[in-house]
T-cell receptor, first 111, second 114 residues
Framework: KAGVTQTPRYLIKTRGQQVTLSCSPISGHRSVSWYQQTPGQGLQFLFEYFSETQRNKGNFPGRFSGRQFSNSRSEMNVSTLELGDSALYLC??????????FGSGTRLTVV | AQSVTQLGSHVSVSEGALVLLRCNYS??????LFWYVQYPNQGLQLLLKYTSAATLVKGINGFEAEFKKSETSFHLTKPSAHMSDAAEYFCAAHGSGNTGKLIFGQGTTLQVKP
């Protein structure tokens, strides 16, 4: 059974650019959540998608957005990148409450 | 607001010694509690979870945790530390409702000395 796949694993972008990260959940999982991990702020919830609808959103600026496709794959987009957006971005897929499987993450570096 | 607090950002033990990582949650947090482990440059791996069944939860790699409602705690233990246990550990709680939101503690880095 394939796990959660995040691509790319590493990314370097310049301030002001935009970036799109991808997450393929475990087959059959309809919920995908995104988290930002930084040394200073720890793990913070970005948003969650379920059946192509955003079901919950964390306290991040509107530059952070996401979407989910009919096959449950999800993408998150960050526009107008800032140095502070450098982080490990993790996604988790879930089949329901109490079951979250994380991907290996995308390491984004903004220079 | 719901919160999860991990006491001690760094814990150091000798190989073979008891591992105890502390986690407290706010009383309004629903009963789903988790411990995850993260190795460098990797994602989070689930060690164990509490879902209001048994209060003593056994996980992978010899870890276990006990849910104590009176103390609002969910501490993680392992009787004998291995060098391979060196990693960062996160306690987390499921947010209210079916929203797919986990609330994480700040993490505890476990160092295992030979």
């Amino acid at each position: 059974k394939a796990g959660v796949t995040q691509t790319p694993r590493y990314l370097i972008k310049t301030r002001g650019q935009q970036v799109t990260l991808s997450c393929s959940p475990i087959s059959g999982h309809r919920s995908v959540s995104w988290y930002q991990q930084t040394p200073g702020q720890g793990l913070q919830f970005l948003f969650e998608y379920f059946s192509e609808t955003q079901r919950n959103k964390g306290n991040f600026p509107g530059r952070f957005s996401g979407r989910q496709f009919s096959n449950s794959r999800s993408e998150m987009n960050v526009s107008t990148l800032e140095l502070g957006d450098s982080a490990l971005y993790l996604c988790a897929s879930s089949a329901g409450q109490g079951s979250y499987t994380f991907g290996s993450g995308t390491r984004l570096t903004v220079v | 607001a719901q919160s999860v607090t991990q006491l001690g950002s760094h814990v150091s033990v000798s190989e073979g010694a008891l591992v105890l990582l502390r986690c407290n949650y706010s009383s309004s947090v629903p009963p789903y509690l988790f411990w995850y482990v993260q190795y460098p440059n990797q994602g989070l791996q689930l060690l164990l979870k509490y879902t209001s069944a048994a209060t003593l939860v056994k996980g992978i790699n010899g870890f276990e945790a006990e849910f104590k409602k009176s103390e609002t705690s969910f501490h993680l233990t392992k009787p004998s530390a291995h060098m391979s246990d060196a990693a960062e550990y996160f306690c987390a709680a499921h947010g209210s409702g079916n929203t797919g939101k986990l609330i994480f503690g700040q993490g505890t880095t476990l160092q295992v000395k030979p």
